[in-house]
């Protein structure tokens, strides 16, 4: 898919991007000629950080002499999830030879805001290398990014050599990592590349079978939306599920709120319906308000998903929603076809804020 940009109220920021045409693959030869790397600026200032976790405040002068990595990423995007296992591989196999792998954690929901929120979403996913807080944007802005997630490589004199913006290229990251750290001096580079661990929500996307793209359900960025009478905008509305969905279309049913970042379930019984095509689907989701945890039931094509459920879903499609953050709730074997999934909610005060797909 081509890079895309979506509104924000204060600031243009661009949705989760998968990867490109071609890119992500991980069976090519890497090449042994050297890369041509452009001098695309120098690496800005990190001061925009509200807070580090995993280390003292970085600087651009404190890591001169460093090959640098910086990766703007927030925690409920599924594409900046699935690039994670890289970094840690890299972080993991080149620190000891001069390589800094930084993730700049910039939010795109109000929830990844939270501090806590995002302490402990990097507690479970381990990164292993030290993430900037950049709920300001701070950090973004200085560095005029525009996706998530975005990758740039800075050499040991403090340059901006390369960038990558969305998923994939990792075979050809890794080559100018190797590069760049043989330029700085460090000749003692273990041979071949790193071994990459994906699994879980963090395993690569079924590319070839990829072929319905992220949904968001607040009325600010939504599209696709299928129910009777449209979309009310910060009203209680009762819905009623579209009869026959095209793909990539959805709707409501039962009681909801629409806010312009999420939709809100103002009774139990609420209900979310989606066509998709796609091995794996994601829902990113909150608990009610007042924080109260909320079950959940998953249906596909009308049945419970079984040997199809994701890692947040029982066989029997039950869930819990305990906190803010992406849940995966189909991860399916065998033949991908069209699909209709569909989410009950038996207890009020879901928040929904957008479907991703792998």
Not at 42 to 66: D, Y
Not at 323 to 344: A, F, H, N, S
């Amino acid at each position: 898919m081509k890079p895309y940009r979506l509104l924000a109220i204060t600031l243009a920021l661009a949705a989760c991007l998968p990867a490109m045409a071609a890119v992500g693959r991980d069976d090519a030869t890497p090449s042994t000629a050297a890369i041509d790397l452009p001098v695309e600026g120098r690496m800005p200032s990190l001061t925009g950080a509200t807070t580090w976790i995993g280390s003292p405040a970085l600087s651009p002068s404190a890591l001169r002499g460093k090959v640098v990595l910086v990766d703007f990423w927030t925690y409920s995007c599924i594409n900046s999830l699935r690039q994670v296992p890289y970094l840690r591989a890299w972080a993991a196999r080149y620190g000891n030879q001069g390589l800094v792998v930084i993730g700049v954690h910039s939010p795109e929901f109000g929830f990844e805001k939270n501090l806590d929120n995002v302490r402990t979403a990097v507690k479970d996913i381990a990164p292993g290398y030290p993430v900037a807080v950049d709920s300001d944007h701070a950090v973004w802005r200085a560095f005029d990014n525009e996706y998530w997630p975005a990758l740039y490589i800075v050499d040991s004199q403090g340059r901006i050599r390369h960038h990558v913006f969305g998923e994939g290229e990792y075979e050809h990251t890794e080559a100018i990592i190797r590069q760049l750290l043989a330029e700085a001096g460090h000749a003692d580079l273990p041979a071949g590349p790193a071994k990459v661990v994906s699994e879980g929500v963090e395993a690569q996307a079924d590319w070839a079978q990829l072929r319905t793209g992220e949904t968001y359900v607040g009325y600010g960025r939504a599209d696709g939306f299928s129910s009777p009478g449209g979309m009310r905008q910060d009203r209680s509305k009762t819905y009623a599920l579209p009869g026959d969905l095209s793909p990539g279309s959805w709707g409501l049913g039962g009681d909801w709120t629409v806010k312009a970042e999420s939709a809100q379930a103002d009774k139990a019984g609420a209900r979310i319906v989606y066509r998709f095509h796609a091995r794996d689907v994601h829902l990113v989701m909150g608990p009610s308000p007042s924080g109260a945890t909320v079950r959940f039931r998953v249906l596909i094509d009308g049945k419970a998903p079984g040997a199809g459920h994701g890692v947040d879903v029982a066989p029997d499609g039950s869930g819990t929603v305990t906190k803010p953050r992406m849940y995966q709730l189909i991860r399916q074997v065998g033949e991908i076809t069209d699909r209709d999934v569909e989410i009950e909610f038996l207890d009020p005060g879901i928040q929904v804020y957008s479907f991703t797909f792998g």
